[in-house]
């Protein structure tokens, strides 16, 4: 890899044969040396789970000029920990989880494996942004998003983020956007999670699906929302989630002895 240029890992949550994975890495590679270092399979809904009671190993899957890509048999913060460790002679300049096969938007920021990438390069003081693409299929067209996640990548390379901030991007599912809005998470919560099925030998089991549902009074400047109405929507995050108003009210009113 050329250290004259920027040194960009990638990880996702959908496994390194992942359609969005591979775009994002050939779409980047002009603009910067490229290390992929994401699970050896589907890690969707892992958030930023860890592996503390087995190993964890990876693999050289291939090696080109501007691209490395490896796979690793932990989750998809495993696999930012294990680049960082591994390869520590070379800090990356920005870290990136996707681009995800399905949205990540409003509540979701909390489950998705692909924001818990970004929430960890945000933690380990790099800046971070995860691309997510409200498309769940395999075969998904990601060739829409491709200006705009090139341009918040120039941009954040420029300019950097605030430390402790990081960028979560959705992308709507139509071939033609109506523009950016940055807004703020969509407040929701997700409905009907199990689906029951009588099981062959007995008993029932459970699939986890359910319905999201927006609880938001003013959406106009919600991800979801616009999102749905075939805006780019791009979400400053921020890692630490301490209520500061809370915080201030507990400390003035409270009796806590």
């Known amino acids: 890899m050329n250290n004259e240029r920027p040194l960009v890992l990638i990880s996702n949550d959908d496994g390194y044969k992942a359609r969005g994975i591979n775009f994002l890495a050939e779409l980047l590679s002009p603009i ?67 681009i995800n096969h399905g949205d990540n938007s409003g509540v979701n920021v909390h489950y998705s494996g692909t924001m818990g990438i970004v929430i960890e390069g945000c933690m380990k003081g790099i800046p971070s942004v995860g691309f997510s693409l409200d498309n769940h299929s395999p075969e998904a067209d990601f060739e829409p998003c491709a200006p705009y996640i090139v341009k918040i990548v120039e941009q954040v390379l420029e300019h950097g983020l605030p430390n402790g901030t990081c960028l979560n991007v959705n992308f709507p599912a139509t071939p033609i956007y109506e523009g950016v809005k940055v807004c703020r998470m969509a407040r929701g919560e997700w409905t009907q ?35 749905t109405e075939g805006y780019v929507a791009v979400t400053p995050i921020q890692i630490d989630m301490t209520d500061y108003r809370m915080m201030e009210e507990m400390v003035n009113d409270w009796d806590l002895g």
């Not at 999201?212 to 999102?227: G, K, S, T, V």
């Open 193 to 227: 999670e199990w689906e029951e099925h009588p099981h062959p030998r007995g008993g029932n089991y459970f699939w986890l699906v359910g319905s999201f549902c927006l609880r938001d009074d003013h959406p106009h400047d919600a991800d979801r929302p616009n999102l």
């Open 32 to 98: 910067a040396d490229i290390l992929v270092m994401a699970p050896d399979g589907g890690r969707s809904g892992m958030g930023c789970a860890i592996t503390s009671t087995q190993p964890v190993y990876y693999n050289l899957v291939s090696e080109r000029e501007g691209i490395t890509i490896y796979r690793c048999s932990g989750t998809p913060v495993d696999c930012i920990k294990m680049a960082l460790h591994e390869f520590a002679d070379r800090q990356p300049d920005m870290i990136i989880g996707g």
